[in-house]
Each structure stands twice: as structure tokens, then as C-alpha cells.
């Protein structure tokens, strides 16, 4: 199972609740989507599963990736370095270091596995090299290897931080909001590049989301928050606008307004149907 998480509470220092048992299973080669108002918790769930963000002390809490475990009872495991090299990361907010060029910001997923010398001095072999000039000509960035990140596009950024999670031979990629300050047409490549790594690769992705078309597109499974709680876990076909408005209430306007989900049939599976089943009616 690629992601595992049972009992998780999460709160932080000024009190604010942030997540509230949540329990998830994640199957390998699986597609999330994580959608939720802002607030809603998605980033501190990403960020907990990263093995970034401690949970409350809790018996019972835990998060494992691939088997192995990130976080027990709200302490980090000790070897969480070495289970983070399986977890590729995507933020909103590029995460590339802007005067180095792409290629280099791409071979950084390597150095996990590198002499540190190697890495710090920024010598790669041609071998690695080529692994990441594949990966760039994967994501369709081929072309910009040599130019230095900060004068990428925000879409070509977010293509390059996903070459790097190939390079890096993540099996799970995180990705927080990539789409978030793009245009829709890169906004549609990068959730390409997104489904494909999965299909191809049998990668699992999991991404937050605050459109749910794009949710619904690319994504078979939706995880829906509110409020720091699982309020909805299933099938994306079976996220109509109404069930949105019976999860969040106004708050469902926020992903439904320029949302073309209610003209627009999704790829993978067939017509969304009304039904407001038991099984989401309990998670509600
Ligand atoms: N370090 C922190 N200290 C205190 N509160 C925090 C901290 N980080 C997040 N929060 C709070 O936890 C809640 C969840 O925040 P989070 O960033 O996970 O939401 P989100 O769903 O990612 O929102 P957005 O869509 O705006 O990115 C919010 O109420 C936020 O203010
Ligand atoms: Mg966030």
C-alpha cells in the first residue's frame, strides 16, 4: 500500500484544529485528488505525510508510505530521510532554485543517492545526466535544460519539479495546489504530465486541488475535506454539485464557480451520476 494513515489528529500551537481522525488508505498506482476549501487542511496533511509536520501525540496515530513508516503516535520516524526519497514533492510556489539551470534543478533528485562532494559541487556523471535530460524530454521541457529555472514559464516550473520527482524515482509524489497560479492551458499539461507518470509508471499521486473539474478529470478517486475532517472518500463520477453543496454548503460555490464540470463529461468513467449514496451520506 503506498500511503496508510490511521488516527490522525493534528493540532497546532495557537490551538487551531487543523486535522481530525483522519484515516486513509492509498493503494499503489492509485490517482487522489485532495480538494477542500483554503483552511481545509490539505497542505498540513501533504506536509504531515512528507514526514515534515509532527501529529498530536496520540496512541495510535500513524502514517506509513510503501510499508514503511513516516510517523508513529506523533513522533517522526528516525530513518524518515531515507522514506522520503520515495516521496516526490510538487508545491503551488515552484520549489526550484531559480539562478541554478533546470537540468541542475533536475539532477538534485539524485543526491539522495549521491556522494555529498559530488552533489555539493555540482558535478554530475553523463549517465545521470541523461537520465534527467529524459526526464525533462518526458515532461516536454527538453528544450530548456540549460536555461537557468527563475526564467521558466510557472507551468514549465511545475514540469521541471515533476521531472525531478522522476529522477528522484519517487513511487509516490505529493503534489500541494501545482496548479494553482497557472493558466488553464498549462494547468492541463501539468495534470497530464501528472496522470501519465501514474499510468505509465505505476507511480501514485496524490494531488490537492482547488478545482474540482480538474479534480474530477484527472483524478478516479476525490478525498474531500472540510474543516480538517474526511468528509467525502470515493469515486470521482459520483461528486455531482450537489453532493459539493451538500459537503460544503455555500462554501461549495468556491469550486464550482468558472467550473466546468457541470457541461463537461469526465474521460475515465461515465456520466457523474445524481445518486447521494449511504456510503457518502455516513461520510458526510
Ligand atoms: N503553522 C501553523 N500554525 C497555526 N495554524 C496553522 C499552521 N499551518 C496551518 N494552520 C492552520 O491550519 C488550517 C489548515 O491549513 P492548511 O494550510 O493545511 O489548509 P489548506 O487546505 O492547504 O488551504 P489552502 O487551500 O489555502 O492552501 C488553517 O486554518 C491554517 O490557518
Ligand atoms: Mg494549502
Same mark, same amino acid.
Given at each position: ?33 485532495l480538494i ?22 496520540a ?17 517522526i ?11 516526490g514533492?510538487?508545491? *503551488? $510556489?515552484?520549489?526550484?532554485?531559480? #539562478?541554478l539551470? +533546470?537540468?541542475?534543478n533536475? /539532477? !538534485? ?9 559530488r ?10 545526466r ?26 514549465? *516550473? $511545475?514540469?521541471a519539479?515533476?521531472? #525531478?520527482t522522476? +529522477?528522484?524515482?519517487?513511487? /509516490? !509524489? ?44 484527472y ?16 469515486p470521482?463520477?459520483?461528486?455531482t ?8 454548503g ?30 457518502m451520506?455516513?461520510?458526510?
Open positions: 500500500m503506498a500511503l496508510r494513515i490511521e488516527k490522525l489528529d493534528k493540532h497546532f500551537a495557537n490551538g487551531k484544529h487543523a486535522l481530525r481522525d483522519i484515516n486513509l488508505h492509498i493503494g499503489d498506482s492509485e490517482m487522489v485528488a477542500g476549501a483554503s483552511g481545509s487542511g490539505k497542505s498540513t496533511l501533504l506536509r504531515m505525510v512528507a514526514g515534515l509536520l509532527e501529529a498530536d501525540a496512541a495510535g496515530s500513524l502514517i506509513e508510505v510503501n510499508g514503511l513508516c513516516v510517523q508513529r503516535d506523533g513522533r520516524a528516525s530513518d524518515v530521510r531515507s522514506i522520503r526519497a520515495q516521496v514533492f510538487v508545491f *503551488q $510556489q515552484f520549489n526550484l532554485v531559480d #539562478r539551470p +533546470v537540468l541542475v533536475v /539532477l !538534485v533528485g539524485r543526491l539522495h543517492d549521491m556522494p555529498w562532494w552533489g555539493v559541487m555540482g558535478w554530475f556523471s553523463s549517465h545521470e541523461s537520465i534527467a535530460l529524459d526526464a525533462l524530454e518526458r515532461v516536454g521541457i527538453l528544450d530548456c535544460h540549460a536555461q537557468r529555472a527563475s526564467t521558466l514559464s510557472g507551468g514549465q *516550473q $511545475q514540469r519539479a515533476i521531472a #525531478r522522476l +529522477v528522484q524515482g519517487a513511487k /509516490l !509524489v505529493l503534489a500541494d495546489e501545482p496548479i494553482a497560479s497557472l493558466d488553464p492551458e498549462s494547468s492541463r499539461k501539468v495534470m497530464e504530465i501528472l496522470s501519465t507518470i501514474q499510468r505509465e509508471d505505476g507511480r501514485t499521486v496524490v494531488v490537492s486541488l482547488h478545482q474540482v473539474d480538474m479534480a474530477i478529470r483524478c478516479p478517486r476525490v478525498i474531500a475535506l472540510n474543516q480538517g475532517q474526511v468528509v467525502y472518500d470515493g470521482s463520477a459520483q461528486l454539485p450537489e453532493l459539493l453543496r451538500q459537503l460544503y455555500m462554501q461549495a460555490d468556491e469550486f464550482l464557480s468558472g467550473s466546468e464540470l457541470l457541461s463537461t463529461q469526465p474521460e475515465h468513467h461515465p456520466a457523474p451520476t445524481l445518486a447521494w449514496s449511504t456510503s451520506a455516513q461520510a458526510a
